[in-house]
């Protein structure tokens, strides 16, 4: 069984992403490429199913040091927590993200995040 803190994330020229054990996912920098899911979707599609394998109830998306994303990235995240919510309730988790408040594009996609899927994620 994969855990989540055995994932690689991707080396990525302008976002830093790092695993902290023992429920953290942390992204830094900015994600603009064009078509960032090409790099980004399998890796996060790969968290998913770690978490899921491993039962865990509650995933930390910490993206308080991600200052800029485009709206291809922003769909990375609306796919991720569609995943989620379309676990079964025996699997399914909860996606907190950590962020800060004084990001202009953190307020207003993470705040439509949570009314997407109120009962999955959680914004701190």
Not at 38 to 47: E, G, H, I, S, W
Not at 59 to 71: A, P, Q
């Amino acid at each position: 069984m994969i855990q989540l803190v055995d994932l690689s994330p991707p080396d990525l020229p302008d976002v830093h992403i790092a695993i902290e054990a023992p429920d953290t996912v942390k992204f830094t920098g900015t994600i603009t490429s064009r078509d960032p899911a090409a790099d980004l979707a399998p890796f996060l599609k790969r968290v998913h199913s770690a978490v899921v394998a491993e039962g865990l109830r509650r995933v930390n998306v910490d993206v308080s040091g991600l200052t800029f994303v485009n709206s291809s990235a922003i769909r990375l995240f609306v796919d991720w927590t569609t995943w989620t919510k379309q676990e079964p309730d025996a699997t399914r988790y909860q996606l907190r993200f950590v962020s800060n408040h004084l990001v202009t594009w953190q307020k207003t996609t993470l705040m439509a995040l949570k009314s997407l899927a109120p009962n999955v994620v959680t914004v701190a």
